[in-house]
């Protein structure tokens, strides 16, 4: 949802991978410029409206964005994705004041407005298994955040960590918001998160090993 500059640029990131991209968009001009630079289906209409979604498949889609400066319009369109059952929903949010209610939903995964950029928003819509992830050393690295799964637990952060290519660095406690770095000797536990530092060249396998 939104054809404004970041929401185009994803897109294309998107289809240049093979991917299949619906978008909507309220202003007419705009759909026609979109339809005529992109190889995607241009839904004329409004996001916040159940017919336009459901006439951009929404019932099939497996990511839902919303994209568009508006923040209002952003958390209607959002919350309506996810009477349909989306796997995975992220919003902007332009005012930083806001993003409480988003994360009120529990559905809404929301982007920060100093970390809109096309490229961040594309890995998150491709590993649907990290919750969030943070580029760092000049993209060099990253930090993701990855909830548990079954077969790490019980087991000791000083048995999975530090390896050559990917340190534990936190764990966030199930239930809780708050981050405890990582130490040895803590136990992981069912409905923990855990954070970890990559090196860019070996993503594909720490989330082999992970998720």
Known sequence: MGAGKLGFNLASYLIDDGHQVNFIEKNEKRCNEVANALDCNVIFGSATDRKTLENAQIMDANVFIAATANDESNLMACL??????????????????????????????????????????????????????????????????????????????????????????????????????????????????ISILVKKDSMKDVLNIFT
Do not use: Q, W
Not at 104 to 126: D, Q, R
């Open 80 to 193: 309506l994705a996810g009477e349909y059952k989306v796997e995975k929903i992220i919003s902007r949010v332009n005012d930083t004041n806001h993003e409480e209610i988003f994360l009120e939903t529990n559905l809404i995964k929301t982007i920060h407005p100093e970390s809109l950029e096309a490229g961040y928003m594309e890995k998150l819509v491709l590993k649907p298994k990290i919750s969030d992830l943070y580029i760092i050393s000049h993209g060099k690295a990253e930090i993701l955040e990855i909830n548990l799964i079954k077969k790490f637990i019980g087991k000791r952060i000083g048995d999975l960590s530090p390896k050559e290519d990917y340190m534990i660095c936190g764990v966030y406690k199930a239930g809780e918001k708050k981050i405890t770095l990582a130490r040895p000797d803590i136990i992981l536990k069912k409905g923990d998160k």
